[in-house]
């Protein structure tokens, strides 16, 4: 298995593209489900989680077509025709969001059987609410030998569904479902991440009728039928805020190009407390600068839901505030288990406690590097943030969490001076 070397010290310097987002990418490929039109999405980042959908789009008789066109990256889905409903566990237990196929299956056939996707590193994730709301649509549901067989004798309706908290999931999950349900269905506390609002203008482009976008009100009209599109996925808020704190971590000026400063809001808000100089120019340009002979100053962060400062970006942030001056403690509100990342910091040297979902960093005026493990795909990134400062040589383990989800990541740091490279084959797994 592949691991990530990376020789600490250099600054960097130069600029980086933002890729499109896996996780509305994710999302929007599901959506192809439901219309026997192509739906052509551009700005597709070629991850191992587009690749592992894709292959279960193909099991249900999709045509997926990668190419690079005029527009970059894309990817065509033509589902003409649904030749199964079946997502076997192999496929849906190596990218949870998969299990999002149920909803859309329903509404473009009446009946799937969907593996489900079981816990992960960061918590036990159930897709309870996920159920809830299919079944408020009128899915008849039946659990047995860990999957789901749903059916919906009467077609989807719609329904009222006030999903006790957020999840990110199942608004996606419902709002697929619902956009073909027999009349209305309201959607109330539901979440407001920007790939929830890239997936519902995507879905009004195909036809659908949703408002209230971007509220945690989301009111669908059921259609018929939907027809193909063309979409650009928007850019990845969290591989953007990853490359804005290797920066601001390793010093030195990055600008990233074709992102979304809006998308980052808190997390440029911590930075900048922290010391971290940001500047977002009119064409959307994102200037990250830091003077590294300058001490970081320690500040909190919470995670919270959208527009709040993002799970996914804590571990990164957390490896920022290792070399601050001062205390920093940072709560995570939104998953049970996500400090995984902490033990291996502390590897790297770090002074990290962690107890009753939080964590206590003071910082330390320098990390060392070492062989450190990745835990999940936003942790790992975090581990090779670190080894961009580290004295010395850090290697990363367990890279495929990081090849889920970050594109051609050593090429883009290694573009701005980072000495990060990836070693082949087992010998170099701990
Ligand atoms: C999505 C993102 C993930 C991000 C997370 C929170 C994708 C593919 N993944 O994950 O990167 O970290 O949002 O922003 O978009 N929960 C239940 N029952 C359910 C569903 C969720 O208890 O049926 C719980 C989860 O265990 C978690 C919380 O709700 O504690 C929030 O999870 P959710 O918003 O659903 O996250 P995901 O959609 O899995």
Redesign the pocket.
Known sequence: MDSIVIHGGNRLNGSIPVSGAK?SA?KLMAASILTSEPIRLTNMPRLADTRFLGALLREFGIEVTESDGADGQQTVFDAREIKSTFAPYDLVRQM??SFNVLGPLLARTGEAKVSLPGGCTI????????LMALEAMGAKIELDEGYVTASVPNGLQGAEIEFP??????TEHALLAAVMANGTTVLKRA?R?P?IGDLARCLISMGAKIEGLDTDELVITGVTSLKGTDWSVIPDRIEMGSYAVAAAMAGGEVRLTKGRGDLIVALTELMRQAGVEIVEEANGDYIVRRDPTLRLKAVNATTEIYPGF???LQAQFMTLMTLAEGESVIQEK???NRFMHAPELMRLGADITVANGEARVRGVESLRGAPVMATDLRASMSLVIAGLVAEGETTVGRVYHLDRGFERMEEKLGACGADVRRVKGEAQEH
């Open positions: 996780n994710i949870r969001a918590g036990a994730r159930p897709v309870d609410l996920h908290f957020v999840s990110v999931g199942a979440a991440e790939e993002a799970t996914d939104i998953f049970e």
